[in-house]
T-cell receptor, first 112, second 115 residues
Framework: SQQGEEDPQALSIQEGENATMNCSYK?????LQWYRQNSGRGLVHLIL?????REKHSGRLRVTLDTSKKSSSLLITASRAADTASYFC????????????FGAGTRLFVKA | EPEVTQTPSHQVTQMGQEVILRCVPI?????FYWYRQILGQKVEFLVS????????KSEIFDDQFSVERPDGSNFTLKIRSTKLEDSAMYFC?????????????FGPGTRLTVL
């Protein structure tokens, strides 16, 4: 089964608009993290939300977590061209050791 | 700000050869991880490492792979007898702990090309 699946797979918006990306997962988790990856580059950590939290903010980012639906969303407000990147959710679970599973990602393109 | 570093940034090798990818985690971190990302695909967990032993590994991490912390600063991934399908970006990550509040910080990656 797939863990941490995002939708949409791709999103194209105008600068200044908000971008919302969703992530679903299947097993119980310790936390969920969102990362950004610019093409061919490393993963930049954006925000972590614990399994007992429902919402978290960081600058223009807002993350929600609904453990009953096993889903999360990442909202980027007032998007900028520099936000163009792929965004991944990653769930961490403890199964004797800690394992982090990434989703397939959402490719966001912000047009100037 | 401390960061995870990886060397080399790009490694080219012939099929069947062994490669060692190196990582220097953030200095006070205790948990270390390797991931890989085949071009255009998702990031895949390979292994987590704590207290000088593997704490979790995925089905990808078979006998072809091994990890080691040879000294107090380096964390290595060895891939034996490389195959074409091992071509990917390999990311190292580290975290201070492994609780629900611990963030994994990723290095810039090593691009492995197997010819």
């Amino acid at each position: 089964s797939q863990q941490g699946e995002e939708d949409p797979q791709a999103l194209s918006i105008q600068e200044g608009e908000n971008a919302t990306m969703n992530c679903s997962y299947k097993t119980s988790i310790n936390n969920l993290q969102w990362y950004r990856q610019n093409s061919g580059r490393g993963l930049v950590h954006l925000i972590l939300i614990r399994s007992n939290e429902r919402e978290k903010h960081s600058g223009r980012l807002r993350v929600t977590l609904d453990t009953s639906k096993k889903s999360s969303s990442l909202l980027i407000t007032a998007s900028r061209a520099a936000d163009t990147a792929s965004y991944f959710c990653a769930t961490t679970s403890y199964t004797g050791g800690f394992k982090t599973i990434f989703g397939a990602g959402t490719r966001l393109f912000v047009k100037a | 700000e401390p960061e995870v570093t990886q060397t080399p940034s790009h490694q080219v090798t012939q099929m069947g050869q062994e490669v060692i990818l190196r990582c220097v985690p953030i200095s006070n971190h205790l948990y270390f991880y390797w991931y890989r990302q085949i071009l255009g695909q998702k990031v895949e967990f390979l292994v987590s490492f704590y207290n000088n032993e593997i704490s979790e590994k995925s089905e990808i991490f078979d006998d072809q792979f091994s990890v080691e912390r040879p000294d107090g600063s380096n964390f290595t991934l060895k891939i034996r007898s490389t195959k074409l399908e091992d071509s990917a970006m390999y990311f190292c990550a580290s975290s201070y702990g492994a609780t629900s509040t611990d963030t994994q910080y990723f290095g810039p990656g090593t691009r492995l090309t197997v010819l």
